[in-house]
């Protein structure tokens, strides 16, 4: 068996950060023990979300975090049959771990309420960096691991919220590696593909009605950026959607480029949900979600 690191970083306000050092605990509950959890589920499962991959025996999955001033960093490190697969089947995991934490602390809404200096947005959560295979000891990275506090969680309870008409737009870039314009297009579909399965990996994103999702990949030398737009019509928004496609698609550029990738980026810098009223028996869209502006804010925790 052969075994490959992968590491990476998820950005956050340093008052989250801050929160997670002290108690371990900040939105949902434990980002770390969630994400640790998520990571060693998703790494043995990547076949079945990046068509680039054989299915193949996983024979360990470690997984460690770091937080930091601004985040939190996750090492995962899987065994497999070759180092090339094993690689590409930790920075699968790596990246749902690091979705699941993501979607642990990103916010607020009714049941989850905002304290003084915490606003109920998404904007707490600046996005995935720094994703790539690492050469460390992994008894080194062990010893960085800092994270604590008890293994709480909750699922969020969407029972009492609207129905909403969802849009949320991810972005990702992934450099070092070979493409083709062939393998551009297919991480476009793996996106469109990916995208409404984000529920099967990420424990806390609900099974959402998902109305379309589009994709554009764009080849660079050596790099790929990718754009993800959703549309759902849901009790959430769409946010961990779109971000899961755009992260996937990545990693199945990763897979299939070769070279020594990175995923520089993957962020949501576009969510918005529209509530729905029921006018005569017919949903239709009501009045936006707006702040003092007037302009549509960005969705809130729940999406």
Request: proline share 4%; glycine share 10%.
């Amino acid at each position: 068996m052969r075994s490959a690191t992968v590491a990476g970083f998820l950005s956050t306000e340093e008052d989250v950060a801050a929160e997670l050092s002290s108690s371990g605990l900040s939105g949902l509950g434990n980002a770390a023990a969630v994400a640790k959890v998520v990571a060693v589920s998703a790494t043995k499962l990547a076949w079945r979300y990046v068509p680039a991959l054989a299915r193949s025996l996983v024979a360990a999955t470690y997984v460690a975090t770091r937080y930091e001033r601004d985040g939190m960093r996750l090492w995962v490190m899987a065994k497999s049959e070759s180092e090339e697969e094993a690689g590409a089947y930790a920075a699968f995991g790596a990246l749902a771990g690091l979705l699941a934490a993501w979607n642990t602390v990103k916010g607020c809404s009714k049941s989850c309420r905002a304290r003084a200096g915490r606003r109920c947005t998404t904007g707490n959560v600046h996005g995935i960096s720094e994703l790539r295979r690492v050469d460390a000891p992994w008894e080194q990275i062990e010893e960085m691991d800092n994270s604590t506090g008890p293994p709480h969680v909750g699922f969020f309870d969407v029972s009492e919220e609207p129905l909403y008409e969802g849009i949320a737009l991810a972005e990702g870039s992934i450099v070092g590696l070979e493409l083709t314009e062939e393998v551009a297009r297919e991480a476009e579909e793996v996106a469109r593909e990916a995208a409404p399965r984000a529920w099967e990996v990420l424990p806390l994103v609900h099974m959402n009605n998902v109305l379309s999702v589009s994709a554009k990949a764009t080849p660079g030398r050596g790099s790929l950026d990718l754009a993800v737009e959703v549309k759902s019509r849901a009790r959430t928004g769409s946010a961990m959607e779109a971000a899961f496609g755009a992260g996937v698609a990545l990693i199945y550029a990763w897979a299939a480029g070769g070279g020594h990738p990175e995923i520089r980026r993957v962020a949501v810098p576009r969510s918005v949900k529209v509530p729905l009223e029921l006018d005569r028996g017919h949903w239709s869209a009501g009045r936006r979600h707006a702040g003092a502006s007037g302009r549509h804010r960005e969705s809130s925790w729940s999406d």
